[in-house]
């Protein structure tokens, strides 16, 4: 397997060298080697079937499960802890998974697994001696290393696809750009069931050589104890992330200056947040772009090649184009889908042919949902997604631009913002905001805020307070989660 064999000879090559460090232990080469040689073993005992699944906190165990299911030559499937229990029932039995690899405190808080699954617990098992040591399975590069389950906008979770050679060209595309080798450290944030928290905070370290320190909580107090501990080069996080560590009182400068790279992906970071971070801490936040279906990592804004709102040009081999409703590819500067060709594209959705046909094109581009542009330097700027664009009054509004507004006015910490059916515009916005705490709501002050950076049109005709906003594990909103019967859930001023 093309993916596996460089990480083994980095694993190999230095085994007493520190690899990767969690909030329980640190791990050399050798550890992760052995403790994936004894998890093989026992998985290899328990279970038969081709795909098996993992359930782990964000740590040094993933890797150890990761290797161990491609030491065996079979998928793995990483699974979100978060996912309601029907969900979770429906994955393991898609996927076809009785087994996964977990550790009992997480079964304790999330609950037991669904009937007929095993779970195989880590921190029950000893790792003293070594097993026997085991050839590398043979797989070509279209071998399916890895099952991602993600929602989507609707309906069940769908099954992505990502062969050996879409995750090693992904982790060699990144490691090309970026230049990462083993004097980086990197802070791994993001959760391992995740696109990004599986290429670039796992994969990517294992090849490349660089130390990586995990934390399985984001609590800012504890990111930035781990920053002035550890001084990481690189931290990769998501909007909410940056936020929270923008609203800690203790944050200061020096806590963010040994890092090369402070990125940020996900989903748009919110101009407030990247202009609090460079006024208060010096530090330019850069925006970075991909999906599941990709691996994840098509796009990255170098620092020393900043520019605003720009998540910037395709990695090497990665091909994009922009296009309109008719599949039309369009001019520099215009506004269109944004479709994706390249190594690391996913072949497909697991089991749903209809589906994956529905997002490639005649030409094999993945249709990404996103809008965007490009510069004349091919930086992309991501506009919104197709579905959550409004149309009010015959005008095309993405949500994110009002949002924006909403996050600049000093008692707003998010906001989201949806459209309701309107019988004489069409759609008018629906702002819901998350109160900076001890702010007070006052809707006239936040309408008339908006008026000022926004044009009429687009202002909210009505914004409520909400105690907390709908996230998924990372933390981004998800706007499909509200609807007009949504209720308000913080108190007015006074109330």
């Not at 971070?277 to 098509?298: C, D, K, M, Q, S």
């Amino acid at each position: 397997m093309q993916v596996l064999r460089p990480i083994l000879r980095r694993l190999l090559t230095a085994p007493l060298s520190v690899r990767a460090i969690d909030d329980q232990r640190s791990w050399r080469g050798v550890d992760l080697y052995v403790a994936a040689l004894h998890l093989a073993r026992e998985l290899e005992r328990v279970s038969d079937r081709p795909r098996v699944g993992f359930m782990l906190p964000t740590s040094g165990l993933c890797p150890v499960a990761i290797i161990a299911g491609w030491l065996l030559g079979r998928t793995v499937v990483p699974l979100n802890y978060l996912l309601k229990p029907d969900d979770l029932a429906y994955v393991l039995a898609d996927a076809e998974v009785d087994a996964v690899v977990t550790v009992g405190p997480m079964l304790e808080h999330f609950g037991d697994l669904p009937e007929g699954v095993r779970a195989v617990k880590l921190d029950e098992m000893r790792f003293g001696g070594v097993p026997p040591l085991r050839r590398m399975p043979r797989r070509a590069d279209d071998h399916l290393a890895v099952l991602l389950y993600t929602s989507g906008t609707s309906g069940r979770p769908k099954g992505v696809m990502l062969t050996s050679g879409n995750l090693a060209a992904n982790v060699q595309q990144c490691i090309e750009f970026a230049g990462f080798s083993r004097q980086d450290r990197l802070l791994g944030v993001l959760p391992q069931f995740h696109s990004f928290g599986l290429t670039v905070l796992t994969l990517l370290p294992l090849t490349s050589g660089s130390l990586v320190v995990y934390t399985a909580r984001f609590l800012p107090k504890r990111i930035l104890n781990l920053l002035k501990k550890h001084r990481p080069t690189a931290v990769i996080a998501i909007p909410s992330m940056y936020n929270a560590l923008l609203s800690a009182k203790s944050a200061e400068r020096e806590h963010f200056e040994s890092l090369k790279w402070v990125v940020s992906g996900g989903e748009p970071l919110p101009a407030a947040v990247f202009e609090g971070f460079r006024e208060r801490f010096g530090v330019t936040i850069n925006e970075g772009y991909g999906l599941t279906e990709t691996a994840p990592v098509t796009n990255w804004c170098r620092p020393e090649d900043h520019r605003l709102r720009s998540v910037g040009p395709p990695l090497p081999r990665v091909d994009e184009k922009v296009v309109d409703a008719e599949g039309r590819e369009l001019a520099t500067g215009e506004e269109g889908e944004i479709c994706i060709k390249g190594p690391n594209v996913m072949p497909g959705y697991f089991n749903l042919p209809e589906e994956t046909a529905r997002v490639f094109d005649t030409d094999g581009y993945f249709r990404t949902g996103d809008m965007g542009r490009f510069d004349g330097d091919r930086h992309l700027f991501i506009t919104g997604r197709i579905k959550e664009m409004l149309i009010i009054g015959g005008e095309n509004v993405f949500p994110r631009e009002i949002e924006e507004a909403l996050i600049r006015h000093p008692s707003v910490h998010d906001a989201a913002v949806i459209g309701v059916a309107d019988e004489s515009r069409g759609e008018v916005p629906l702002a819901f905001v998350e109160l900076e705490e001890g702010a007070a709501f006052d809707e006239a002050a936040l309408r008339a805020h908006c008026r000022e950076h926004i044009a009429q049109y687009k202002v909210p005709r009505e914004i409520r307070p909400i105690e907390a906003l709908p996230r998924n594990p990372t933390g981004k909103i998800l706007r499909r989660e509200l609807s007009v019967d949504t209720a308000a859930t913080v108190p007015d001023a006074g109330a």
